[in-house]
């Protein structure tokens, strides 16, 4: 018989929770939580950077007739008279009604249709207009010149874009060209962001003692914003426990992800870690990592919502949203590349290494070589914001005992583009 009470926590769920975990052990068990969110319908102008839903086949070949690529004169290419009787003009946009044979040619512009009996297009430099007729001075027109054929650009049924695909302005403008509209995209992740800690205070108010302002909450919906998120809600709530569990009751409720930032360290009053634990109908499924910053990171489900504790340090909750969140937010909407791309970088400098896999906000540029260097921003307190500013990457510097030095190979996960010169 035990003694242990039968609410007590089971310590070996307890020892299991607390394992620390490599982050990429962590990223398999987010995965496996997952669920793929549901297409939409939209208006094409609605879509600019939506993820598209479902492949997109085009209905119809395009150009749908055959077209001239220049301002010039329809001709018969084998047609040898030194000069043609021009019997009408075609504008973009309409079809006359005239034959080209030999000895005769329609006035042409970009973008017209290519009237019956015409196989070419001579350009209009290349002619010189007498009274009602054209001199061209072509020799050997050859048949197709200047015509973009039917289907040239796309063909009837080819695959023009996949699902999964972010509706840029080459993507968007070739929907519209499909006439594809309204066009199916995934629903945009909802998501509610808190900041809890007694400290904090909003930008715009004063300090009192010991207070310092919310700045997660700012940062956070930042990137949720460029992600393409619906933010449902982002508040702040002070360390008490009625309040949180309200609020994650409500929320888990409504949204896809809900992020808090603060209250997962060791700390009496780090009420998030302790709240999900115990909530009953809350699972936590790892809480930490060999993760620098964000080792106590705290990951839970209610249904299929998602929760997130960050650690409340301002580079620790950004670097375990670029690290966690983003890849998350993409895949459920579908996306095929949902990784920052990672490139091997030269160090510019010697780099201590921690027990855990680090990742320093990383200056990241080509030099005089074209290759890429890396440095990083200065000190890497997880309190310094100030080092994420002008970050473009951020070096994955594994653990060992040993520090890297200068000239050695990391990896550099890129949040922009390396700068140059
Ligand atoms: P915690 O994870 O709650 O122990 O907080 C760790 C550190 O991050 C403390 O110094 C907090 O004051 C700070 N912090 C927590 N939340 C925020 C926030 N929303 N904005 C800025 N700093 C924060
Ligand atoms: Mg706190």
Redesign the pocket.
């Known amino acids: 018989m035990s003694n242990i009470p039968s609410n007590a926590p089971d310590p070996n769920a307890t020892r299991e929770l607390d394992r620390m975990r490599p982050p990429q052990e962590a990223r398999t068990i987010i995965d496996s939580k997952i669920t793929r969110l549901p297409a939409e319908s939209i208006p094409l102008a609605a879509a600019p950077w939506r993820i598209l839903a479902a492949d997109l086949m085009a209905p119809e070949d395009h150009p749908p007739f055959a077209a001239s690529t220049m301002d010039g004169y329809a001709v018969f290419a084998d047609d040898s008279s030194p000069w043609r009787e021009i019997i009408g003009e075609q504008n973009a946009g309409h079809v006359i009604d005239a034959e080209v044979t030999d000895g005769y040619t329609v006035r042409i512009m970009t973008g017209a249709p290519v009237p019956r009996g015409a196989n070419a297009v001579v350009p209009v430099e290349a002619t010189e207009l007498a009274e009602d007729h054209v001199v061209i001075h072509q020799e050997d027109v050859q048949p197709g010149a200047n015509i973009r054929p039917v289907g040239s650009d796309v063909r009837k049924g080819d695959l023009v874009l996949s699902a999964g695909t972010i509706l840029g302005p080459a993507e968007i403008g070739l929907a519209a060209n499909m006439g594809i509209n309204p066009v199916s995209v995934s629903r945009r992740p909802r998501v509610s962001v808190l ?3 007694d ?2 205070v909003e930008p715009g108010q004063l300090l009192g003692p010991g207070q ?6 700012f940062s956070l919906c930042a990137a949720l914003q460029a992600d393409g998120c619906e933010i449902t809600f982002a508040g ?1 709530a002070p360390d008490r426990r009625d309040e949180l569990e309200a609020f994650l009751d409500q929320r888990l409720a409504t949204d896809d992800i809900v992020i808090t ?5 060791m ?1 009496e009053l ?1 009420l998030v870690k302790a709240i999900l634990f115990d909530s009953p109908d809350i699972q936590v499924h790892f809480r930490r990592l060999y993760l620098k910053p964000g080792k106590p990171l705290n990951f839970a489900t209610r249904g299929d919502a998602l929760l997130f504790g960050l ?4 580079v620790s909750s950004l670097v375990t949203y670029e690290v966690f969140i983003r890849p998350t937010l993409r895949q459920m909407m579908g996306m095929r590349d949902i990784d920052r791309p990672r490139v091997p970088v030269m160090l510019q400098h010697d780099v201590q290494a921690s027990d855990r896999i680090e990742f320093q906000r990383g200056i990241v540029s080509v030099n005089v070589e074209g290759r890429l260097v890396a440095r990083n921003s200065g000190k890497q307190q997880s ?1 310094r914001l100030a080092s994420f500013v002008g970050a473009n990457a951020l070096l994955v510097i594994p653990p060992r005992e040993s520090p890297y030095v200068a000239g050695d190979t990391v990896q550099a996960m890129m949040l922009g583009a390396p700068f140059t010169g």
């Open positions: 900041s809890t800690g400290e904090l310092i302002r919310d700045s997660n909450r702040q930032s603060g209250g997962v360290s700390g780090d650690p409340g340090n301002p309190s």
